[in-house]
């Protein structure tokens, strides 16, 4: 009998401790990251882009890499539920760590164009999208490569006027919506991989977490 209650107090505390609530263990590793987190990122340079383009030729690519951040995230606007979950969202900030890459932020690569190459893609197999797209791109001179700083392709992104347009269009659409609910604006006028996501809670949306208080096996479940 004394065994059976202290395996049923050791199974109580341990329940308290692995639930997310204020309070608990498990909240205070879940709200904020305890530890650290690194993220290196990779890019491959193109080194002749123009004979690639004009001539054929097989492309030469250099690794450049990695590019090391430290990765913080922290759960914000908490709203509990009845039902054992909690709504909030995701807001993650990134730290450049010198010492842990290869090279600072300002170290060119040439690389793909990202938003000329998308933009033909998505309208390929439509004749007259494909002309409006090839006759746009033509008017702007876009090129298929491009020279940035590491810096630019990752967080700070570079302007880029297929980019500048859809955001335009973007804003254009929302003045005539007025049915949809108020959201938050994020401007992507430019472009990069990352652009606008560091220390914003937008990218992930709105996220719905068991917390494990109704059945501790669905702990951490996204509902």
Aim: glycine share 6%; aromatic share 14%.
């Amino acid at each position: 009998l004394l065994l059976a209650c202290r395996d049923k107090i050791f199974q109580t505390i341990l329940h308290s401790q692995l639930i997310i609530t204020p309070g608990t263990a498990a909240f205070n590793a879940w709200v904020e990251t305890p530890i650290p987190v690194y993220t290196k990122f990779y890019f491959f340079d193109m080194l002749n882009p123009s004979e690639l383009f004009h001539n054929h030729e097989k492309p030469i690519l250099e690794e450049k890499g990695p590019y090391t951040f430290r990765e913080v995230e922290k759960k914000v606007n908490l709203v509990w539920h009845d039902d054992g979950t909690v709504s909030y969202k995701r807001v993650k900030f990134w730290y450049f760590e010198r010492d842990k890459s290869v090279g600072p932020l300002t170290d060119v690569v040439t690389t793909i164009n990202v938003p000329v190459v998308g933009s033909a893609e998505f309208v390929r197999g439509d004749f007259f999208l494909e002309w409006g797209i090839s006759d746009m791109l033509s008017t702007i001179q876009a090129t298929i490569f491009v020279k940035r700083t590491v810096g630019e392709l990752l967080f700070e992104g570079y302007a880029d006027t297929i980019m500048e347009i859809a955001d335009s269009l973007n804003e254009d659409e929302d003045d005539f919506d007025f049915d949809e609910e108020e959201q938050e604006k994020v401007k992507m006028d430019k472009f990069g991989w990352f652009y606008q996501r560091n220390g914003t809670n937008w990218s992930d949306g709105d996220l719905v977490m068991n917390t494990g208080k109704e059945d501790i096996s669905l702990l951490g479940q996204i509902v």
